[in-house]
């Protein structure tokens, strides 16, 4: 039985005082539960908040994650973050090849591949990013594009980091958009990428967590989260709200 998994991104949003506010409210939503939830849920910050974040989160069930990381261990990287920093803040997940680093930055397959392994050797979490745009889908290239990301870090991970991964399936064409794929939509993606997990990493397949990012809200992720190989969430924009994440948590 696999866990499920909620992780926030903040993308490029926070501040000292948001961030305590916000914190706040998520360990006051989940006290007042008042029942232990079988998730995982993790936050991911910018990068100058990490330290906050962590003191924040010290005694806390929520986990730490990154944005994104270099795939170089240390040099001349102006701007750059390495895992070796991120593990000075007990960081556990680190967001690579998120569709916002591969469009706007330029992460190349083959570099999203890079820090992937470096994430993997520095024994945190990766949380693989894929997803097609809008035009893709239309012309029927979700599967070519999708399992073309896979394969490309797998190429250069080897099965024995891969399946210390998670898998986030983010279509670009519902991210930030308010659009969302169906509940069938986004399974039969999912779907696809087990069986390739099942081809290529039979041990491991089974165990290993996929989440859908791409609009999820409170009203939608009890559906979302009931298929079958949709094991949680890597949620946007709902994840500044304390009340609407520990809603998308609690589903």
Same mark, same amino acid.
């Given at each position: ?147 073309? *990301? $896979?394969? &490309?870090?797998?190429?250069?991970? /080897? ?5 210390? =991964?998670?898998? +986030?399936?983010?279509? #670009? ?49 009890? *559906? $979302?989260? &009931?298929?079958?190989?949709?094991? /949680? ?5 709902? =994840?500044?709200? +304390?009340?609407?994440? #520990? ?5």
């Amino acid at each position: 039985m696999r866990n499920k998994l909620v992780i926030g991104n903040w993308k490029m949003h926070g501040s000292v005082d948001a961030n305590i506010r916000l914190i706040g409210g998520l360990e006051s939503q989940l006290q007042s539960l008042d029942i232990k939830l079988d998730t995982q849920i993790a936050v991911c910050p910018p990068f100058a908040y990490l330290q906050q974040l962590s003191e924040l989160l010290q005694q806390s069930e929520i986990g730490l994650g990154a944005q994104d990381v270099s795939e170089y261990s240390k040099g001349a990287y102006t701007g750059e973050v390495s895992t070796t920093m991120l593990k000075e803040f007990k960081t556990e997940y680190v967001l690579v090849g998120h569709s916002e680093r591969r469009t706007l930055f330029a992460d190349s397959d083959q570099r999203v591949a890079e820090k992937f392994t470096a994430v993997c050797d520095a024994e945190m979490i990766p949380v693989l990013c894929c997803g097609e745009t809008l035009k893709q889908r239309e012309q029927g290239d979700t599967e070519q594009v999708i399992l073309s *990301q $896979l394969e &490309a870090v797998l190429a250069v991970a /080897g099965k024995g980091r891969f399946t210390q =991964a998670v898998i +986030a399936y983010e279509p #670009i064409w519902a991210i930030g958009t308010g659009i969302t794929a169906s509940p069938e939509q986004a399974q039969s993606v999912h779907a696809m990428i087990r069986q390739w997990l099942q081809k290529n990493l039979p041990d491991s397949a089974d165990n290993m967590q996929l989440l859908y990012g791409g609009s999820v809200k409170a009203d939608n992720a009890k *559906q $979302l989260f &009931a298929e079958e190989d949709i094991d /949680g969430g890597l949620i946007g924009g709902a =994840a500044l709200d +304390a009340t609407a994440f #520990i809603a998308i948590c609690a589903a």
